[in-house]
């Protein structure tokens, strides 16, 4: 069982920066893909980023690539997004999620863990 606890979620204008943490209750630098996802009203939940740490090896959605940035921390099991450049459209709740395994899977749904959620709000 890993449990996840995001933070520094809030609102900022667009244009402005936040970064986004998620404690992990164990060790998952390597052996797990941790990831961030979001969802907005109405919409379904969609990957921001993943990471497999060990590897170095990182994925991002479309819509956030040269914006956003995951990184991991191994000596504080963190995991983080920093996220510059934000517009309204970022606006959702975003989580933080894992699965064990050697490799970063396509789908959310193969996600195992998943932590609570931040809300961002991005105002125009």
């Known amino acids: 069982q890993v449990k996840l606890v995001e933070s520094g979620g809030g609102s900022v204008q667009a244009g402005g920066s936040l970064r986004l943490s998620c404690a992990a209750s164990t060790y998952t630098y390597s052996g797990y893909c941790m990831g961030w996802f979001r969802q907005a009203p109405g919409k379904e939940r969609e990957e921001v980023a993943t990471i497999y740490a060990s590897d170095g090896i990182t994925h991002y959605g479309d819509s956030v690539k040269g914006r956003f940035t995951i990184s991991q921390d191994n000596a504080k099991n963190t995991l983080y997004l920093q996220m510059n450049s934000l517009k309204p459209e970022d606006t959702a709740m975003y989580f933080c999620?894992?699965?064990?395994?050697?490799?970063?899977?396509?789908?959310?749904?193969?996600?195992?863990?998943w932590g609570q959620g931040t809300q961002v709000t991005v105002s125009s």
């Open positions: 999620a894992a699965v064990r395994g050697t490799w970063c899977p396509p789908l959310v749904q193969d996600f195992a863990y």
